[in-house]
Each structure stands twice: as C-alpha cells, then as structure tokens.
T-cell receptor, first 112, second 115 residues
C-alpha cells in the first residue's frame, strides 16, 4: 500500500518553514526520507523506526507516530538548496528490512 | 566510499530489443535493490538481493525482466523484448549490514527510452 504524502507541492521563500506529511494505512516498521533533485538520484536524509523517535540534522528533522502510522518531515529556515522532491519510503511492520514503498512525493520550491 | 554507480546513464532502444543495465554497489554493502521510477512517481520496488541471492521479485515485474548478482558484487538488470511501457528511470540502491537500520543509497539511475 503506497503511503500518502501531503502537500503535493509547496512554495516557500528562503528562511520560511515547511512540514511534509506521510501517512500509511498499514502498520509500519520504519519510515525513510529522501530528497531528489531533478534528473538526479534520491538522496538519503534519515530513517525513523517505530517507537516515535524524532531525528534531525542541520535544520531538517522528522518524527514518526507509530500509532497513527504517520511521519512528518520538518524543514526550518529553508535554504535554496532544500528545493527538490521529497519522498517518504515506508517499510511494513514485519520488518522486512529491505523493500520500501514510496509515496508520490512532495515538490518543494524555495525562492530567494 | 565512491557511492553506487550505474551504467549506462541513458539508453534509447527500439521496441522489441533487449537491454541490460549494470549496477555497482558501495563496496561493503551486501544488499542491492532495483527500483523503477516514472515521471511524477516515487521509486517502485522491482527486486532485491542479499549477497548473490535474489530474495524477492515484485509481482509487477513480468517474465521479460531478469536480474542477477553473480558473486554478490555488481548486478545486472535485463529487459527482453522491450515495450514502450518500459520507458522509465531504473534506479539501483545498496545498503549495508548495520542493525537495526539499513539505509539505502541510490545510484544516479539509467534512463531508458523505448521508441
């Protein structure tokens, strides 16, 4: 079951904040976040495991609500380099540890 | 760490021809994955190797697709009798053994155009 991402697209001015959500209809073991720029490979951002932990580096952080099967990616004080399409990839609660099911992505545009 | 590499980066072929793509994972990674991505969509899982063993193949993958990973190093993905619907970006990713997380690192992809 493909996770649902929202919003589909967001436009920011440099320095503004954004939240991208990822929801699944099935129980999850982990959520993986990636950013992909046009014509390039997806770049790994972070993994969150069930347990509701929150992770972050620089000004990008994420949370995982296991009970709601939802994850959110938080981008604060956005920079031009944050522009791209953000994908969440989910792994089922069986902990297959290999197959990710990706959402359709959220296109983030950061303008000067 | 040189990252995941894929070859070729672009392939244009005529319908009905066979094509083969190569993926070289990060050297210490024992898991290798193939995904397919079309415009406006996220990567879609195709198949997965642990060392040289192919452990799962997506039901979406027809018999025209085959993948190998001899000796647990590089992998090849072959598509026989290509169809226009096969046009997509084919992504390879690899991951290591660190428990309990297995970050997948993607290569630059091979863009296939079937005319």
């Amino acid at each position: 079951q493909q996770p649902v991402q929202s919003p589909q697209a967001v436009i920011l001015r440099e320095g503004e904040d954004a939240v991208i959500n990822c929801s699944s209809s099935k129980a999850l073991y982990s959520v993986h976040w990636y950013r992909q720029k046009h014509g390039e490979a997806p770049v790994f951002l972070m993994i969150l495991l069930k347990g509701g932990e929150q992770k972050g580096h620089d000004k990008i952080s994420a949370s995982f609500n296991e009970k709601k099967q939802q994850s959110s990616l938080y981008l604060t004080a956005s920079q031009l380099s944050y522009s791209g399409t953000y994908f969440c990839g989910t792994e089922g609660s069986g902990g297959s540890n290999y197959k990710l099911t990706f959402g359709k992505g959220t296109l983030l545009t950061v303008n000067p | 760490d040189t990252g995941v590499s894929q070859d070729p980066r672009h392939k244009i072929t005529k319908r009905g021809q066979n094509v083969t793509f190569r993926c070289d994972p990060i050297s210490e990674h024992n898991r290798l994955y193939w995904y397919r991505q079309t415009l406006g969509q996220g990567p879609e899982f195709l198949t997965y190797f642990q060392n040289e063993a192919q452990l799962e193949k997506s039901r979406l993958l027809s018999d025209r697709f085959s993948a190998e990973r001899p000796k647990g190093s590089f992998s090849t993905l072959e598509i026989q009798r290509t169809e226009q619907g096969d046009s997509a970006m084919y992504l390879c990713a690899s991951s290591g053994k660190r428990f309990p997380t297995y970050e997948q690192y993607f290569g630059p992809g091979t863009r296939l155009t079937v005319t």
